[in-house]
């Protein structure tokens, strides 16, 4: 097969709107991958995996497979087009397929050691995708191009972000998260401050524990942690609270909000000692604060004499 005729494409349904692509377009599509066999033996076919959901792209992050980068930028939107692919061009095809197939498979079900050795031995997985990588084949793709997005056009998400595009979100993140707390929105609050706390670490892997740049990043999310910390108090998940709290303290084992919010995570989970020690801690830290702990104190000793009334019932009834 000559150069030219690497990639032969045949429209199958024109489409309806001529698109540009660049580095960072979303692509949605659907597809079929066939076997340039005499049976045209299906491999994939995109509607038949998981949901059937059309699958994504975004160009220019070093996708696996790089022909599909260059087929897809060959359409128009609602096009339908068949694209046949000489061999040396999908030889990745079978572990890009592999890893869509494994997406829709429990867990413990994917096999995602593959080295030379357990290739050789075990192969991916999959017996046809096997086959395709001991006898590598021409590759027929059938695509629907359904929708393209450009990068201004839809959120991304923080894998597809430049370091300063995170870095520059996760103060708005903070404070489109205070927006909604005052709106006593706590689940879309901690929802926004869980993403501000997900891309610091992800900056934090970059960086070498306790130097310099990974300190700073820590002291940025310790107020969004504990912020979080406090959404999930106000739903009543107290072991979230408690993690989070004993998380910041220990990046800070002089912050009084964490020690606080965690003595009243111990009480909603009724861990009464542990509430005692973190409510003695708070006013080791701030005197000023002794008053509202001793307020604390005082309702958790009347809930302790209820709950210790309740109990006394519950035993007296056993024995009559």
């Known amino acids: ?33 066939r076997l340039c066999d005499n049976s045209k033996t299906l491999i994939d ?8 959901k059309p699958f994504e792209l975004v160009l220019g992050k070093k996708f696996k497979l790089e022909v599909w980068e260059a087929i897809l930028q060959k359409m128009a939107i609602d096009e339908v087009a068949q694209f046949t692919i ?23 079900e994917r096999k995602t050691h593959c080295c030379a050795m357990t290739l050789q031995n075990e192969g991916i997985g999959y017996n046809d995708l096997n086959d395709l990588l001991k006898n590598p ?19 991304k998400d923080s894998w597809q972000m430049e370091e300063e ?44 524990p306790h130097d310099t740049e990974w300190n700073d990043l820590d002291k940025q999310k310790i107020p969004i942690l504990l912020n979080y910390a406090q959404c999930k108090l106000n739903e009543g998940d107290y072991y ?11 990046s800070d084992k002089k912050n009084v909000k964490a020690y606080f919010r965690r003595a009243k995570a111990h009480v909603g989970a009724w861990n009464v000692h542990e509430a005692k020690i973190d409510y003695a801690k708070v006013i080791e830290l701030d005197k000023s604060l002794e008053v509202l ?22 035993l007296k009834n056993l024995f009559t």
Request: hydrophobic fraction near 35%; include cysteine; charged fraction near 35%.
């Open 165 to 208: 595009e995170r870095i520059d979100l996760i103060p708005q993140l903070r404070e489109q998260g205070n927006l909604e707390y005052k709106k006593k929105n706590y689940d879309k609050a901690a929802e926004l401050y869980a993403k501000a706390v997900g891309m610091l670490e992800q900056l934090m892997l970059k960086e070498k």
């Open 240 to 250: 979230a609270v408690i993690e989070h709290c004993t998380t910041v303290i220990k």
């Open 86 to 108: 000489d061999k040396s061009l999908v030889v990745q095809y079978p572990f890009v397929s592999k890893t869509i197939r494994d997406i829709h498979r429990p867990k413990e």
């Open 1 to 33: 097969m000559a150069n030219k005729d690497l990639i032969v494409k045949k429209t199958l349904y024109a489409g309806t709107k001529e698109v540009s692509f660049k580095n960072g377009t979303k692509v949605h599509f659907h597809f079929q991958t």
């Open 137 to 155: 084949v021409d590759l027929e793709y059938i695509i629907e191009l359904l929708k393209v997005e450009q990068p201004e056009e839809y959120e």
């Open 293 to 314: 702990v001793q307020k604390e104190l005082c309702q958790l000793e009347k809930q302790i004499k209820i709950k210790d009334s309740e109990d006394k019932g519950k």
């Open 45 to 52: 076919d995109s509607r038949k995996m998981g949901s059937g």
